[in-house]
């Protein structure tokens, strides 16, 4: 049973970054990709990125140039960095594995 915890989310002003970690247990990490996915308030829950198996990367429009993935197979982990964050980018920040969701990072963007 796969399971996953978000960590690194807060508070930041527009123009700062973050960098966001998702932990993974109990699944063969390095043979599996890793998507992040973010939800604003009143919002549909929205793709952000994904770091495939192979190692490719894929961002949505909003994160591409701004947003990097990336992971550590020695910890299990996968990373999000956020620079430039805009007060748009404020929502709870997921990770997801196998069809497995993580509980979720709050992000807030003060402007």
């Known amino acids: 049973q796969v399971q996953l915890v978000e960590s690194g989310g807060g508070l930041v002003q527009a123009g700062g970054s973050l960098r966001l970690s998702c932990a993974a247990s109990?699944?063969?990490?390095?043979?599996?990709?890793m998507s992040w996915y973010r939800q604003a308030p009143g919002k549909l829950r929205e793709w952000v990125a994904t770091?495939?198996?192979?190692?490719?990367?894929l961002y949505s429009g909003s994160a591409k140039g701004r947003f990097t993935i990336s992971r550590d197979n020695s910890e299990n982990t996968v990373f999000l960095q956020m620079n430039s964050l805009k007060p748009e980018d404020t929502a709870v920040y997921y990770c997801?594995?196998?069809?497995?969701w993580g509980q979720g990072t709050q992000v807030t963007v003060s402007s």
């Open positions: 109990g699944s063969d990490f390095s043979s599996n990709g």
């Open positions: 770091l495939a198996r192979g190692g490719a990367t």
């Open positions: 997801k594995q196998q069809g497995v």
